[in-house]
């Protein structure tokens, strides 16, 4: 993952208080989200929860693009 995206997913998380607020907000311990947080991108089962936080606390939501959500391959002729 590049430097930029960390940078993200690091602004994001200091942004809503740091690992540790965020941690107890979703209910993981904060070891967790500290390393999703140094790996730079954030599990997709996440993004609802940390759109209402951002919105709680006067933010946008983040870009989804800070998350690991899976995009479809492109479509083929064949079906297997």
Avoid at 15 to 22: P, Q, R
Avoid at 30 to 43: I, K, N
Wanted: with cysteine; aromatic share 6%.
């Amino acid at each position: 993952m590049c430097g930029m995206m960390e940078n993200d997913v690091r602004s994001l998380i200091s942004n809503l208080d740091g690992y540790k607020a965020v941690a107890v907000r979703l209910g993981k311990r904060p070891t967790t989200v500290h390393t999703h947080m140094q790996a730079g991108v954030l599990p997709a089962a996440w993004y609802c929860a940390l759109c209402d936080l951002s919105v709680e606390t006067g933010q946008s939501p983040p870009p989804r693009s800070l998350f690991s959500f899976v995009s479809l391959l492109p479509c083929s002729e064949e079906v297997a």
